[in-house]
């Protein structure tokens, strides 16, 4: 760190206020909105609306919020957080659904289960260090459409040869 802070900019003190009560509603709202679903406890979905409702709201009248509301007028951020949203839910998603699927399908155990997903974890890291140099070399966007364009493959491959339907 001492080197870094040689090469950064001086940047003089700002007081920063932070949304207190955003943060509070934000994290209420959301907690109860995923504890209903992971345990099923059904009432406490009214408080987890509640409290993005009143997350909302402070968003709007706070003159500093947590989330600025300006930042969803944004076409082109609005898009990266759904694209995003939707590509991270489906890798997330199939690592959930896997282990599963091998377990129930051809009743593996644990150990075996980690030794199958062991290749795709390595692979994993190492064409991420790949992705970087070519991100480097092409952009982003080529490496996040060859990505997407993988994960398909690899979510139809998987839908194939799993032995059920691929709907």
Not at 21 to 41: E, M, Q, R, V
Not at 104 to 133: E, K, Q
């Amino acid at each position: 760190l001492p080197p870094l802070l040689r090469l950064l900019p001086a940047e003089g003190r700002r007081a920063v206020t932070f949304d207190t009560a955003g943060a509070a509603f934000l994290g209420g709202g959301l907690g109860c909105l995923l504890f209903a679903l992971t345990s099923g406890i059904w009432w406490l979905f009214l408080p987890g609306i509640a409290g993005v409702a009143l997350f909302l709201r402070q968003s709007f009248l706070s003159p500093h919020p947590l989330v600025p509301p300006a930042l969803f007028v944004n076409v082109p951020y609005r898009s990266t957080i759904v694209v995003t949203f939707l590509a991270i839910g489906s890798v997330f998603g199939m690592m959930f659904a896997v282990p599963l699927m091998l377990r129930d399908t051809l009743g593996l155990d644990v150990t075996r289960i980690g030794l199958t997903l062991f290749p795709g974890a390595m692979s994993a890291a190492l064409l991420g260090t790949i992705g970087g140099l070519i991100s480097d070399r092409k952009g982003s966007p080529f490496v996040a459409t060859v990505g997407m364009a993988f994960s398909i493959g690899g979510f139809v491959l998987l839908s194939t040869f799993a032995g059920f339907s691929a709907v």
